[in-house]
């Protein structure tokens, strides 16, 4: 069973700093499943990333995906007040634990 | 615009069931396969399983095999998740969520969520 370990589980930045968020896949896996979900409080996820670096409809291109095998990345390049949320990785059937991103 | 409509909040009691159900409106049920994930209070997400509605087929996460049961009703464009032998740890936000495309697992539509509370 593959398991998805995210990291940092708390992160700290002020609007208009970059956040960089990390996947790691306990064995190698399938870019084509890997996707990216932001979460609000009182909401459902929302796609934003899949197939590891294709943007879902709609989602600013600020929000962008990278990476391979075990070790996968979600940027946001400027931060905006509405970006502070929490942050999921997905591999098929597994989640990883989240990111939540704060404001500093 | 796609919509996915839950059922409302339940209370059971432990050993009970639950059957949640999720309406689809604004695209071709048949054509997308549709997923349910839960997330307990303050926890992160827990993938439980998909139905195709095209044939009914299903794939259930191994945790839950035994104890849920995924099924839909094309007529009306409604998926149904139902979940038996509740435990207090089944107390959770279930959420059904629909395939963006194809047979994979990106979710781009969600229901609102269903509160059970088992107590």
């Known amino acids: 069973e593959i398991v998805l370990t995210q990291s940092p589980g708390t992160l700290s930045l002020s609007p208009g700093e970059r956040a960089t968020l990390s996947c790691r896949a306990s064995q190698g896996v399938s870019s084509t499943y890997l996707a990216w979900y932001q979460q609000k409080p009182g909401q459902p996820p929302r796609l934003l990333i899949y197939?590891?670096?294709d943007r879902a409809t709609g989602i600013p291109d600020r929000f962008s995906g990278s990476g391979s095998g075990t070790d996968f990345t979600l940027s946001i390049s400027r931060l905006e007040p509405e970006d502070f949320a929490v942050y999921y990785c997905q591999h098929t059937e597994t989640f990883g634990q989240g990111t939540t991103l704060e404001i500093k | 615009q796609v919509q996915l409509v839950q059922s409302g909040a339940e209370v059971k009691k432990p050993g009970a069931s639950v059957k949640v159900s999720c309406k689809a409106s604004?695209?071709?049920?048949?054509?997308?396969?549709m997923h349910w994930v839960r997330q307990a209070p303050g926890q992160g997400l827990e993938w439980m399983g998909r139905?195709?509605?095209?044939?009914?087929?299903?794939n259930y996460a191994q945790k839950f095999q035994g104890r849920v049961t995924m099924t839909r009703d094309t007529s009306i464009s409604t998926a149904y998740m139902e979940l038996s032998r509740l435990r207090s740890d089944d107390t959770a936000l279930y959420y059904c969520a629909r395939i963006r495309s194809g047979n994979g697992y990106n979710l781009d539509h969600w229901g609102q969520g269903t509160l059970v509370t088992v107590s």
């Open positions: 197939g590891a670096l």
């Open positions: 604004g695209y071709t049920f048949s054509d997308y396969h």
């Open positions: 139905i195709n509605p095209n044939n009914g087929a299903t």
